[in-house]
């Protein structure tokens, strides 16, 4: 900044453009106190000839009124900047994206080629029965675990599905993490399982934006779910970490607890007991229903994708189980080889 300075000074002292005021002193600070001098005509008994030097070390305007033209390019690139703001977090603004009757897509969490026509074809009675102990006490914990919501909630079937999908998205977030962190330590693939368990997470997620359209949890009901989120967060990440078969063990008892609970959800619509309302327009776009779709479908498609990841969580329990007792099955086979081979021997 100084070389800047003393280089106007310099020019200006060869161009001659200086003036001397009242008491002789030489005046060209204009540069460095922040203001633009227009020159032109007589100052202080000095002919300048239309000299006007704009200061450039500030962030003031060099004119204290500019064009109108300039004024409205400036309005429009402020206002332009202010709703790219408000509209994206990163600063650029999302695309229009329609439906395929015309109308505007309004969801930023996922896009229309990102959702599905649920399957709803289920077996609701299967069931895992527990062969060991891990099994028994996935089993139990998850039983035990239900009592406290049941006697909380009781019969309000909605209130009890948005604690329950709050609880339900951890599992699938947790795993996939701790699967992707693992594939980048040992530079392995995954067999797919990363992806399978963050979707499982999002389908959750999706669940609980849907019971949330229909359900306006209390404020005593939110702090209940901040509080049991950030303690199953905390106890299934240890878990997973010390046994990840008894974690899918537990998360495939867990939704076999779901589907029925939402068979109760369904029964009670089916009675009178809970009214048939319209169903959101966020499940309509996502799972593909009918537009004159009820919650009655919502909440059956719901229990599909509740049986499904019971399912998939048994299926990877098991596979794990089979991991382990391939090698010791191994193990035994050879030992048995080794000791015909030294009878033979004998």
């Known amino acids: 900044m100084n070389r800047f300075v003393l280089r106007s000074v310099k020019q200006c002292l060869v161009n001659g453009q200086r003036y001397y005021g009242s008491g002789g002193g030489l005046v060209y600070g204009s540069s460095v106190v922040g203001r633009s001098v227009h020159l032109s005509g007589q100052r202080n008994g000095v002919m300048f000839g239309g000299f006007e030097w704009r200061r450039m070390m500030s962030s003031a305007p060099a004119s204290m009124e500019k064009a109108p033209s300039e004024k409205k390019e400036q309005e429009k690139e402020e206002t332009k900047g202010k709703d790219i703001v408000a509209s994206s977090y990163w600063g650029i603004s999302r695309p229009t994206i329609t439906r395929e009757d015309g109308t505007v897509w309004p969801w930023n969490c996922f896009m229309p080629w990102e959702t599905y026509k649920a399957d709803v074809s289920i077996d609701l009675k299967k069931h895992h029965v527990p062969k060991n102990f891990l099994d028994n006490l996935a089993y139990r914990t998850v039983k035990l675990l239900r009592i406290p919501v049941d ?166 329990s098991n596979l794990l189980e089979l991991k382990h007792l391939i090698p010791l099955l191994c193990r035994q086979e050879i030992n048995l080889f080794r000791s015909e081979a030294h009878h033979l021997l004998k």
Not at 266 to 282: K, Y
Request: proline fraction near 4%; charged fraction near 25%; aromatic fraction near 12%.
């Open 151 to 316: 006697l909380f909630f009781q019969r309000r079937y909605g209130c009890h599905a948005m604690m329950l999908e709050t609880v339900a998205a951890v599992p699938g977030m947790v795993g996939g993490m701790l699967l992707h962190l693992k594939s980048l330590r040992k530079f392995q693939q995954s067999g797919g399982w990363i992806k399978a368990l963050l979707e499982e997470a999002e389908n959750e997620r999706m669940h609980l934006m849907t019971i949330v359209e229909l359900v306006k949890p209390k404020w005593y009901e939110r702090l209940l779910v901040l509080a049991v989120q950030g303690v199953f967060f905390n106890g299934f990440f240890v878990l997973y970490l010390s046994s990840p078969k008894l974690a899918h063990r537990f998360v495939g008892y867990l939704e076999e607890e779901a589907v029925f609970s939402y068979t109760e959800y369904l029964e009670s619509i089916e009675s009178g007991e809970t009214e048939n309302v319209p169903a959101p327009a966020i499940a309509i776009d996502y799972w593909r229903l009918p537009k004159d779709a009820r919650l009655k479908d919502v909440i059956t498609v719901i229990r599909a994708d509740e049986a499904h990841h019971r399912d998939i969580n048994h299926f990877a």
